[in-house]
């Protein structure tokens, strides 16, 4: 054998040497990154705590976006917030895009595939598809950025937390006296959260002595030209807008292109609204956003303005904490829909991010509305 040929091989020999030598350290250090995460991870899941599975769907993509995002911020936030907790509470979000075929598939799905224990909805197409699926399984269901009473009527197990549609008619009514209103026009979506806010709108409107003209419209119209022609020769006091976006952005539109000059409001839209223009300047009808010091802490930490439903989706979860953690306490095992139910509905002098929180007969936890104002493209809500 010639020199050369032991110096190819010696070569070949060391490059094999080094290069199984460099996997065994790459392995090695993957494993290690691997056990290090996993690690992390099992303590962040709380391996050693009874699970809860909590199901929430949402409008988290499309024109209304704000509230399912909103919500699940909401949420997220009260689960970083609780203190001393037993159980690990983990959700599975569902995206319904604010339709109702989606949100029944995704009420389904988490009942039937991903065996939650507790459902949130964000919406009234939400709560409104999801509810009577979630009563069929007797599963317990909270609503919450939904006005719709129906969604709580469906089972013992169902229940929204919203202000009333006649909570926020009273406020309404102080409006229209603020603007001596007596003959008043209302633009009404054919949308569950909107119909039912007009119904009551209009029932405390004729209840006061006002004459009230009701315009209805699908959900899917997109012109409007002849509906605000038909309201403007009404010549009301007063327009009440009723309706979601893209429609109320079409609608200010076409007001300002006819040049009218009747005054309007509306109860809730300016807030998930990106451009507010429409309503400068103008007062309207909103829900409360929630514990100053708290929601302060909450908008720094997601860098918004936006709270619309965000103190309400805080709440849900810690009033679920609450009840599931009594349970636990007493009998060391994580409640059903029936005890989660049951415990709600007894549910006394609770005070949350939205304030003092009243349940009544029918499933509905009750707070206050309040009046806001758009001010330089913000919402300032009212001294009372």
């Not at 054998?1 to 392995?27: G, P, Q, R, Y």
């Given at each position: 054998?010639?020199?050369?040929?032991?110096?190819?091989?010696?070569?070949?020999?060391?490059?094999?040497?080094?290069?199984?030598?460099?996997?065994?350290?790459?392995?090695c250090l993957i494993a290690l990154v691997g056990i290090g995460?996993?690690?992390?991870?099992?303590?962040?899941?709380?391996?050693?705590?009874?699970?809860?599975?909590?199901?929430?769907?949402?409008?988290?993509?499309?024109?209304?976006?704000?509230?399912?995002?909103?919500?699940?911020?909401?949420?997220?936030?009260?689960?970083?917030?609780?203190?001393?907790?037993?159980?690990?509470?983990?959700?599975?979000?569902?995206?319904?895009?604010?339709?109702?075929?989606?949100?029944?598939?995704?009420?389904?799905?988490?009942?039937?595939?991903?065996?939650?224990?507790?459902?949130?909805?964000?919406?009234?197409?939400?709560?409104?598809?999801?509810?009577?699926?979630?009563?069929?399984?007797?599963?317990?269901?909270?609503?919450?950025?939904?006005?719709?009473?129906?969604?709580?009527?469906?089972?013992p197990y169902s229940f929204l937390h919203w202000p009333s549609p006649s909570k926020e008619a009273e406020k309404l009514l102080e409006l229209l006296d603020k603007n001596k209103a007596e003959k008043v026009v209302f633009f009404v979506e054919n949308h569950p959260g909107a119909k039912a806010l007009g119904d009551a709108a209009i029932a405390a409107t004729k209840a006061s002595g006002r004459k009230s003209i009701e315009f209805n419209f699908m959900s899917t119209e997109r012109n409007f030209n002849d509906i605000v022609l038909k309201a403007d020769a009404e010549k009301a006091d007063m327009w009440v807008l009723l309706t979601l976006q893209p429609g109320i952005n079409i609608i200010g539109k076409r007001i300002q292109e006819m040049n009218i000059q009747t005054p309007y409001t509306t109860e809730e839209i300016p807030t998930f609204m990106e451009d507010k223009s429409m309503f400068e300047g103008k007062e309207f009808v909103d829900v409360y956003d929630g514990n100053p010091e708290l929601m302060q802490r909450y908008m720094e930490k997601y860098n918004t303005k936006n709270l619309y439903g965000v103190a309400f989706a805080y709440d849900s979860l810690m009033i679920i904490n609450q009840l599931a953690e009594d349970f636990y306490q007493k009998n060391k095992s994580l409640p059903d829909s029936k005890a989660l139910a049951?415990?709600?509905?007894?549910?006394?002098?609770?005070?949350?991010?939205?304030?003092?929180?009243?349940?009544?007969?029918?499933?509905?936890?009750?707070?206050?509305?309040?009046?806001?104002?758009?001010?330089?493209?913000?919402?300032?809500?009212?001294?009372?």
């Open positions: 054998m010639t020199f050369s040929s032991i110096l190819k091989k010696t070569k070949n020999f060391d490059k094999e040497t080094a290069m199984k030598k460099l996997i065994i350290i790459l392995t995460y996993n690690y992390r991870s099992q303590k962040n899941l709380k391996t050693d705590s009874p699970v809860m599975k909590i199901g929430v769907i949402g409008p988290m993509s499309g024109n209304n976006a704000a509230l399912g995002q909103n919500c699940r911020q909401g949420l997220e936030f009260a689960k970083e917030n609780l203190k001393n907790n037993q159980i690990d509470y983990r959700f599975v979000w569902e995206d319904d895009g604010f339709q109702a075929a989606r949100a029944a598939s995704a009420a389904n799905k988490l009942i039937n595939i991903d065996k939650v224990d507790v459902v949130i909805t964000c919406s009234a197409v939400s709560g409104s598809a999801a509810a009577p699926i979630a009563a069929a399984k007797h599963k317990f269901i909270l609503t919450v950025i939904a006005s719709e009473a129906q969604i709580a009527a469906q089972s049951e415990g709600l509905q007894n549910l006394k002098g609770y005070v949350g991010a939205v304030g003092p929180v009243t349940i009544d007969e029918n499933g509905i936890l009750q707070t206050e509305a309040v009046i806001k104002k758009v001010e330089n493209g913000q919402i300032v809500p009212l001294k009372e």
